[in-house]
């Protein structure tokens, strides 16, 4: 159910990401106390893989250092002409150990101009998996620590990515893309949030919306956090009084992408 929260955030993005991606710069600069920006500078290759037309394609996700024992599959089908995804992995363990700021991961496409899009949450549980429509029949994939599922630029905590060996694709040379280094976020003042007994989409919530403190948006997007904040409050009471998991995290959700918003117009207003 939460992959469908992000559908339309998703849809957006894939239609846009040649605008997206010129401005990722400025959108996820780093904040500073004197109002100037200084951009993240990492950067990193994946294989691109190319569709060969036959479906349903299959696309291996192997592990990286960070996460050796991890593992994941891609599936791809085409429905009446569009294609849709689904990823499933195993071995996700709590992404704690990079950082208390990191709380789960993101399964993020990568274009053949080296965009990054969002395609959804890979939970560090059993049984995870993403599903999501997309518009490319060239791409990378990458799975990334994140603070929370919301996130725009991937960070450079890579735990999985495409691989060789697929069925239905072939290899199609690789594209360099960005990400925000490691400890980007340790500024911000995570740490609390990891030790959190709280849900885990309460917890993403509050990162969220510290983050967005962090960049100036109580400054320069005031109502858009104050909505963010409402929502986290309206999640929280919902928990403690015994609502159902799916309905706290259905409004914890919008509070995570009420704070991304804010947090990205605090950025935009910043650079200008």
Same mark, same amino acid.
């Given at each position: 159910?939460?992959?469908?929260?992000?559908?339309?955030?998703?849809?957006? #993005?894939?239609?846009?990401?040649?605008?997206?991606?010129?401005?990722?710069? #400025?959108?996820?600069?780093?904040?500073?106390?004197?109002?100037?920006?200084?951009?993240?500078?990492?950067?990193?290759?994946?294989?691109?893989?190319?569709?060969?037309?036959?479906?349903? #394609?299959? @696309?291996?996700?192997?592990?990286?250092?960070?996460?050796? $024992?991890?593992?994941?599959?891609? =599936?791809?089908?085409?429905?009446?002409?569009?294609? *849709?995804?689904?990823?499933?992995?195993? +071995?996700? =363990?709590?992404? $704690? +150990?990079?950082?208390?700021? *990191?709380?789960? *991961?993101?399964?993020?496409?990568?274009?053949?101009?080296?965009?990054?899009?969002?395609?959804?949450?890979?939970?560090?549980?059993?049984?995870?998996?993403?599903?999501?429509?997309?518009?490319?029949?060239?791409?990378? /994939?990458?799975?990334?620590?994140?603070? *929370?599922?919301?996130?725009?630029?991937?960070?450079? @905590?890579?735990?999985?990515?495409?691989?060789?060996?697929?069925?239905?694709?072939?290899?199609?040379?690789?594209?360099?893309?960005?990400?925000?280094?490691?400890?980007?976020?340790?500024?911000?003042?995570?740490?609390?949030?990891?030790?959190?007994?709280?849900?885990?989409?309460?917890?993403?919530?509050?990162?969220?919306?510290? @983050?967005?403190?962090?960049?100036?948006?109580?400054?320069?997007?005031?109502?858009?956090?104050?909505?963010?904040?409402? /929502?986290?409050?309206?999640?929280?009471?919902?928990?403690?009084?015994?609502?159902?998991?799916?309905? #706290?995290?259905?409004?914890?959700?919008?509070?995570?992408?009420?704070?991304?918003?804010? $947090?990205?117009?605090?950025?935009?207003? $910043?650079?200008?």
């Amino acid at each position: 159910m939460r992959t469908k929260r992000w559908k339309a955030t998703r849809m957006t #993005v894939g239609c846009c990401v040649a605008v997206m991606a010129a401005v990722w710069r #400025v959108s996820w600069a780093q904040p500073s106390g004197q109002g100037t920006l200084t951009a993240p500078s990492v950067s990193r290759t994946v294989l691109m893989l190319s569709l060969n037309g036959k479906y349903p #394609v299959r @696309i291996p996700l192997r592990a990286t250092a960070p996460l050796p $024992r991890a593992a994941g599959t891609v =599936e791809i089908s085409e429905k009446r002409g569009e294609l *849709y995804l689904k990823a499933e992995y195993s +071995g996700l =363990e709590p992404p $704690r +150990g990079f950082g208390p700021e *990191y709380l789960t *991961y993101v399964l993020w496409i990568v274009t053949p101009d080296g965009g990054a899009v969002n395609l959804g949450e890979a939970r560090p549980e059993p049984g995870s998996n993403t599903k999501a429509p997309i518009a490319w029949r060239r791409f990378g /994939l990458v799975v990334t620590a994140e603070p *929370y599922a919301a996130a725009f630029v991937p960070s450079d @905590i890579v735990v999985l990515q495409s691989a060789p060996g697929g069925e239905g694709v072939q290899e199609s040379g690789s594209a360099r893309f960005q990400l925000l280094p490691r400890g980007y976020y340790a500024a911000a003042a995570l740490g609390a949030a990891a030790a959190d007994p709280a849900p885990l989409e309460i917890r993403e919530a509050r990162n969220a919306i510290a @983050i967005a403190k962090w960049a100036g948006a109580e400054r320069l997007a005031p109502e858009g956090l104050q909505r963010a904040m409402s /929502l986290l409050k309206e999640a929280e009471d919902a928990e403690q009084k015994g609502a159902s998991q799916k309905a #706290v995290d259905e409004i914890a959700a919008q509070a995570v992408q009420a704070a991304e918003d804010a $947090r990205a117009i605090a950025m935009r207003r $910043r650079a200008h």
